[in-house]
């Protein structure tokens, strides 16, 4: 009877079986499998596994760029340049020659962004030194460390800004302090033990950034004082990808690891708008949101995530453009148009406003043309805009310099090898070399 039993439950279990053919776990209407056929096929096609943008496009033939003029930086006071973390088209001599070099500023490893204010060049390494160092002196001016014995053996992580002759530091330990590298003194410090995660930025004498719960945090620039906490979503795995801020005029850009978007008022301290951006990720654990700083240009953010590039409106967070296309690199927005290379290294210039892509090149196969040579994939560290060209800096110090039309016109190599990332400053290239001493490039 037992194996009767048995025999009748294969049966059944045979005729329900858990493919979508007998429509047990499903509501098996035409209407249905149309739905979900539907639902399929726009998700197909919010996802780019197979389909990024991989296409050569040549520039129209009467085509001519016509951008604003440039511009001769003297200070470099946030690791993004400036609040909106876009760059300009900056004056540059890029005669490649060498006019100073330092000496090794610390024997520890240094952090990858600098600051640069009246004449100094600003750094930090993972010890927590804060090092400043006088380009016109050639010498340190001052080594600062605000740490005690008890964290010396742990590796620090510090965030700074410069206002004036202050230079304000969070960390990955939870501190927030105000140091005056003029006289040389700590003018407030506050450990709030939640370790920051974010740039820093500075309105409204707020001084604001962003934990890694990813808490939203507006501090009082005069002694630290905590004014304003806006929570967020937060993520449970952490990636490289830290939580980014940039500034307009009178509202703030949040961007979470978890892939919101937020727009606050920076009169009202209260959120504007908010937007996910990692909603379309394919669900796979490895796919966690990853980012490039948010750029905001003339009303719209422009900003890179795993997969697509985004153009949105700043004053209501809606989508203007969204690409299949990215970048590892800085957004690089110039008037109407954003210079990129993309992921799978294509050269694309974008109108921003009519998303019309003006030309997309092989960028590997330009250099290759160029020097005559095989095609190899190349590694790039950062991009800019210098006298009307893109100048394209790569991880093994060579840097490409390319005509608005995409076209290359020199391959050069610097003459000492980059660590950091460097900075454009009275039209000069600055940076650390592999053995962290200063290097300027005329």
Known sequence: MKLFNLFIILIFLCNCSFDNKTGIWKNNTDTGQKEEKSLLSEFESLTTKNNVFNKIIQI???FDFQLSGTSNS??????FFNKSNNYKNFLYNNNNNLIFKSKRVTKNKVH???LYKDKNVITTDIKGNIIIFSINENKIKSKFNFYNKKYKKKEKILNLIVEENIIYASDNMG?????????NKVLWAKNYKIPFRSNLKISNNFLITSNQNNDLLFF?????NIIKTIPTEETLVKNEFINNLSLSENFLFFLNTYGSLYSVDLEKLQINWFLNLSQFLESQVNNLFLSSQVVYHLGKIIVYTNQFTYVLDSSTGSIIHKKNFSSYLNPLVIDDYLFLVTKNNLLISMNINTGKIMYSYNINQLIAEFLNTKEKSVNLKNIFLTNNKLFILLKNSYYLTVDLNGKLTSVRKLPTKIASNPIIVENSLIYLDNKYRISKID
Do not use: P, Q, R, V
């Not at 501190?175 to 006289?183: Q, T």
């Not at 009082?220 to 630290?224: D, K, M, P, S, T």
């Open 60 to 62: 129209d033939d009467n």
């Open 74 to 79: 003297s200070k470099w006071t946030d690791i």
């Open 112 to 114: 990858e962004y600098l």
């Open 175 to 183: 501190y927030l302090y105000a140091y005056d590298y003029f006289k």
């Open 220 to 224: 009082n620039i005069n002694n630290g």
